[in-house]
């Protein structure tokens, strides 16, 4: 069936590092967003990338639709990164049906 | 613009009690989007509407749930009657496809604990 896996799971960084996180998604896709959902259970959108590369800030994404993952990058990590981290694709064509990941769990320390 | 603004932010009621989630998109916004998200589940899909009309609700969970979008400013969520097993977060999402980038933006979420 129509899948969506990260990783890792979960993930512990002292402040300053830098990490990658992955999704991989199992058909081709019109619609990818990934989304950062703070302590608090605030979802925001990050980037709307159904291929190629984007950067915000600290934050950059690519999309490799051929391939079929998607890699969120963050550099200089800060206390205020920490959350849960969604990647959501949709399948259907419509551009609106979003199927989320299970997240990537992220934890910033001192 | 205040975003997507989602009511109550936290209901307790008792199982049997009908509950009623409420969300207004932000303006100009032509998709709304609700969501449920629990621990075992995550994320999930109920239904969208598009230009107030309901287009997949596919994942509302059974007939204890109904959605309405009276107009573009207003839409419901409808549990009748509610059970423990619906306890979760509902997030009501919104967002303008014009561009042809559906990006949504969610609003705070509706905390629904039932006893």
């Known amino acids: 069936g129509i899948q969506v896996e990260q990783s890792p799971p979960d993930l512990i960084l002292q402040e300053g590092a830098n990490s990658t996180l992955r999704c991989n998604f199992s058909d081709s896709v019109n619609n990818l967003q990934w989304f950062h959902q703070n302590p608090w259970g605030q979802l925001i959108n990050l980037f709307y990338i159904p291929s190629g590369t984007k950067q915000n800030g600290r934050l950059s994404a690519t999309t490799v639709a051929t391939e079929r993952y998607s890699l969120l990058y963050i550099s200089s990590s800060q206390t205020t990164d920490s959350g849960v981290y969604f990647c959501a694709v949709d399948f259907t064509g419509t551009a609106s049906k979003l199927t989320f990941g299970t997240g990537t769990r992220l934890q910033v320390t001192l | ?115």
């Open chain 2, 1 to 115: 613009d205040a975003g997507v603004i989602q009511s109550p932010r936290h209901e307790v009621t008792e199982m049997g009690q009908e509950v009623t989630l409420r969300c207004k998109p932000i303006s100009g916004h032509d998709y709304l989007f609700w969501y449920r998200q629990t621990m075992m589940r995550g994320l999930e899909l109920l239904i969208y509407f598009n230009n107030n009309v309901p287009i997949d609700d596919s994942g509302m969970p059974e007939d204890r749930f109904s959605a309405k979008m009276p107009n573009a400013s207003f839409s419901t969520l409808k549990i009748q009657p509610s059970e423990p097993r619906d306890s979760a977060v509902y997030f009501c999402a919104s967002s303008f496809m014009g561009t042809g980038a559906n990006v949504l933006t969610f609003g705070a979420g509706s905390r629904l604990t039932v006893l």
